[in-house]
C-alpha cells in the first residue's frame, strides 16, 4: 500500500514534497520510509549539475536553461547548493534576473540547501531532495554548486551531465583551482563572453581540454566549449544542444549505465554507513554512557577511541548463521 | 612494547613521519595501530588554523607565522589543504615568499593534502597528519584551508584558534560568503591593508562582529581585527599575539576543554563510521557478490538500497549478552 504522502508525491503535489523533503532534512522518523516507497519511480528525470567560481553567472545561466526547457514544456526542479546564489543568499546579492518569478510558475520547482554544518553532509542532503524531485515526475533537475572544494565534486556526481561555467580575466589563484574543476566537466560553458580577455580564455580552456585528452587512456567524450552571455540570453540554445548531446553520448555508449551504478553505489553506501553509526551510537550510549561524556574522556586521553571504535565495529556478526 | 615507528615519530624523526603520513593516507593495514599507540602522547600542539578566500595572502601569512615561531624556538608543522596554495600548488603562482626555503629547516615539517577525492574524506586526513605533528613534538601546527565549503569548516574544526584572512576590495559574491566563513573566526587578520578600500573592509568586519555579538547568547570571546601586509612582514607580531590571546582564554575560560571534547568527538565517530562500513561491507562482499555488481542492480532499481542498508545494520547485536 502506497501512503498518502507518497502518493501525492508521485502527482506533483509541491506542497506535499516541500513537507517531505523538510521531514528528510529534520530526520523525522518515517520520512525515510517514504523516500523508500518513491525509489522505484525515480530514475527518470534529467539531472544537470552547473558548477564554477563564485560570480560566473551560474544562476543567471540556470535561470536562462529553466525558461529553455519551460517553453519546450518540460518540468524542472533546481537544488542550489551555492552560497553566492540568488536562489541561496537571495536578495542581498540584488539578483537582475529575478529568480523568484520562476516561484510562481507551478512548473518550476526550486529548493535551496543550506552549505555549512548539514547533519550528515551536503551530497546526502542533495541527494534527497534530487530523488523527490525525480519522483515528482520533474524533467529536468538543475544543480547548482559553487565549484570549490571536495563537497562540490560529490554533488556533481549526482548529476547525468555536468555544466562547469567560467568567466574570461578571473585572477590567477581561482585559475589554480582550473584544472580541478575541468576533470568533472562534460560542457563548458564561457560566460560573459562578450568581456574583455573572452578569446584568451577561450585558449587556455581549449589547451586545458587538449591536456586532458592526452592524458585519457580510451578516447571518450570530448567537452564542448560554448560561448554564452547569460544576461543577455545568448548562447542558451547553444548550451541547451550541448548539454543534450552529452546525454546522448551516455546513452549511446553505456557511459550512462556505468555513471548510473557509480551513483546508486555511492548513495547506499551514504545510507548505509548512517544506518550503521545509527546502530552503533545506541549501543555505544547504553554500554558507555553519552557520547558527550565519551568525548570528553577521549579528549583527557583517559579513554582510547581506537580500541573502541574497533570493538563496537568487531561486533558485526561474521555472517547470517554465525554468533558474535 | 612501542613499535620501532611509534618511536621514531615521537623522537621527531622526519622521514619515519612521513613515511607513516604516506601509510595512513594509502590505508595500509598496521598504519592505524601506530596512530593509536601515538594517541596518548597527542594534544600537546597549539594548531592554528587560517582560512579565507584564494588570492587572500594566507600561505604569505602563514610563512611570517611560521618565521616568528622559529624565531622564538618554537617547531612548527604545516597542513596545507588549500589548492591555490603555494604550499600545495606550489611553483605555477611564482611564490613571492619562498616557501619552499621553511623546507630545509629541520624545526618546519610541510605536509600538503590533495582537496579532491580523497578517500575517507579531508577531514580525516588532514585530523591525522595533525596527529601525527602532534606526536612528533611539533610546538605549533599551522593548518590552511581556502575558506569554502563544509569541508574547509571541517578542517577548521581540528584547529585550537582559526584565524580567518580577509582583504579589501573583494567581489559582491565573495563578500556573501563572509557571514559564514566569520561564524568559525576566533582572529581576523586583514591583509594587505595597505590597499585601497583597506578602511571600508575594517569597518564592514567591525559592523559584522558587532552584528555577531548582538546574536550571542552569552558574552565570549571577541575575535580581535588586525591589520597585517604579510608580503612586508607588518603586522605579524600583533597577529602572534592575538593568538595567543585567544589561546590564554582557551585555557582560561573552560571553552578550550569544551573545543578539545568537540574534536575527540568527531574524531572518534570519523573512526566509528569507516570501521562500521570495513565490516559491514566484508558482510555484503560474501552474501551478495562484489558492491560494484550490487550497485548495478541498484541502478536498474532491482535490488532496493533501503532494504540492504537496513538488514546489514539491522545484524548489529543490541547488546553484549544478545544474540542478533
Redesign the interface.
Known sequence: MESPLAARVRSGDVRASARLMRALDDRLPGA?SV??EL??HT?RAQVVGITGP??AGKSSLAARLIAHHRGSGRSVGVVAVD??SPFT?GA??GDRIRMQDHALDAGVFIRSLA????LG??SRSAADVVAVMDAMGKDVILVET?G??????EVASLAHTVVVVWVPGL????Q??KA?VL?IADVLALNKADREGADRALRDLGALLKLRRAVQREPGWEPPIVSTVAIRDQGTAELSAAIAGHRAYLEKSGEG?AR??????S???G??????????LD?LE??EGP??E???R??A?QQ???????E?????????GE??
Open positions: 525515510d523516500l523508500r525509489f522505484p530514475g563564485p560570480g552560497p553566492t543568499g542581498i546579492l552549505t555549512r554544518g548539514h553532509g551536503l559553487v570549490v572544494g571536495q563537497d562540490e565534486v585572477g590567477d589563484e581561482v589554480a583551482l580541478g576533470e549505465q548510473a551504478a557509480r551513483r546508486a553505489r548513495a547506499f553506501l545510507r548505509l554507513r548512517e544506518r550503521l553509526l545509527d546502530g552503533a549501543r547504553r554500554e557520547l558527550d565519551v568525548a570528553v577521549i579528549a586521553r582510547d577511541p581506537y580500541r573502541l571504535a574497533d563496537l565495529a568487531a561486533r558485526l556478526p561474521r555472517g547470517a554468533r558474535p
